[in-house]
């Protein structure tokens, strides 16, 4: 069984990442798997534990931490986010691919460890699209909103390590963007390994 491939979806706040993976889940439910990260936020209205986050304390996130349990862990806005390794590998190993949506850094950071995860970043058709879209999301404060809005172009910097940038405009473009992107990954092998699939040698 061929080993499935790591898909890091990465982009400001209010990009649009979540909308993105979910229709992209949803129109495609055997592309890839998602996996659900541990955070320690506090859940947003509607968000349910072990669905959307798991929600634990700042001491539960130290002990995850100390026990080497996390692929990779970010700071953002006073909260801390980790992708537990041993979720990802699990769907790897059945031969699935792996959806992250977590932030530039923590995308670094999983190329550092899996060499063949495949970065790829969103970007908003606009900085002023960005902006309408946090207001109208309604979850940000405008202290936080213009927090937000000063990271951004710092925030880009540290997408270096991303080789797909996808601009989400009309959201089935950007889906269909996507898709193709996790296809074509699909597709590359190791030359070492087809000669042994069909020839039988090394």
């Known amino acids: 069984m061929k080993r499935g491939k790591v898909i890091v979806i990465s982009g400001p706040s209010g990009v649009g990442k979540g909308t993105v993976c979910r229709e992209l889940m949803s129109k495609y439910p055997d592309l890839a798997a998602t996996t659900v990260s541990v955070t320690t936020r506090a859940p947003r209205p509607g968000e349910i534990e072990g669905v959307h986050y798991y929600y634990r304390t700042n001491e539960e996130f130290d002990s995850l931490l100390a026990e080497g349990k996390f692929l990779e862990t970010v700071d953002k806005f006073t909260h801390r986010y980790g992708t537990l390794f041993s979720e990802v590998e699990r769907v790897l190993q059945m031969g699935k691919n792996v959806i992250l949506e977590i932030e530039m850094i923590g995308g670094a950071n999983v190329k550092k460890r899996i060499p063949d995860a495949v970065l790829i970043y969103l970007l908003p058709p606009s900085l002023k699209v960005l902006t309408d879209r946090l207001v109208s999301r309604g979850s940000e404060t405008e202290e936080q909103i213009r927090v937000r809005q000063s990271q951004v172009e710092k925030e880009f ?35 070492r390994n087809v000669k042994k699939i069909y020839f039988g040698r090394d």
């Open 157 to 191: 910097d540290q997408a270096e390590p991303y080789e797909y940038f996808v601009v989400n405009d009309d959201l089935s473009v950007a889906v269909e963007n996507v898709k193709t992107i996790i296809d074509a990954e699909g597709l590359k092998d190791d030359f």
